[in-house]
């Protein structure tokens, strides 16, 4: 299991790319044939790390924008990330 610090900022692996299909969100390594689907909140996490949010500040965003939802936000977003990380779509841009 990853260890996630909210402070980190995240790069996509370029290896990855995103296709909506309906409604459905696709995350695929181009390089093999691995993917995962997105929900919603999975796919804006998405987006927001590819605008060099910090997980705390994608976290702040979300609360701020969905303030119904804030009990399981911080949650949500730690699971996608967690879940980018694990699979090899996002990378921790200290490395």
Not at 85 to 91: K, P, Q, R, Y
């Amino acid at each position: 299991m990853v260890t996630m610090e909210f402070f980190q900022k995240f790069l996509l692996n370029p290896e990855f790319a995103v296709e909506k299909f309906d409604t459905e969100i696709l995350l695929y390594a181009m390089s093999n044939t691995t993917g995962v689907y997105l929900n919603e909140t999975a796919y804006l996490v998405w987006q927001l790390c590819a605008q060099e949010q910090t997980g705390e500040e994608i976290i702040d965003l979300l609360e701020e924008r969905y303030p119904l939802q804030k009990a399981t936000i911080r949650k949500d977003v730690c699971a996608a990330l967690t879940s980018f990380v694990e699979c090899g779509a996002l990378i921790d841009s200290s490395d």
